[in-house]
């Protein structure tokens, strides 16, 4: 019996202790000379892209600070996974 396909896979494959993400935000559009950080966050596709996923990525964060919480994530897929053998 398999699980739950998840809507964004890609977040949940690697469960391991490094960040890695594939979301960049860009500092400079191109043509433009001067550093934009802010541009990103008022364009408004972005807001509700992130209010639509805010508890999934929410859960996300929390399997990566909790190991109980990743360990239960895990054992969806290999029943046997305990505490014991995930190493941070």
Do not use: C
């Not at 996923?53 to 190991?67: D, F, I, K, W």
């Amino acid at each position: 019996m398999q699980p739950p396909p998840q809507p964004y896979e890609f977040l949940g494959e690697e469960n391991g202790p490094k960040w890695r993400g594939l979301f960049v935000p860009a500092l400079r559009k191109a043509g433009f000379p001067s550093v934009q950080p802010f541009l990103p966050f008022v364009h408004s596709g972005l807001w509700k892209l992130v209010l639509r996923n805010v508890s999934y990525g929410l859960g996300e964060l929390y399997r990566a600070l909790s190991l109980s919480a990743q360990v239960r994530q895990l054992q969806r897929f290999i029943p046997e996974v305990t505490t014991n053998d995930v190493l941070r």
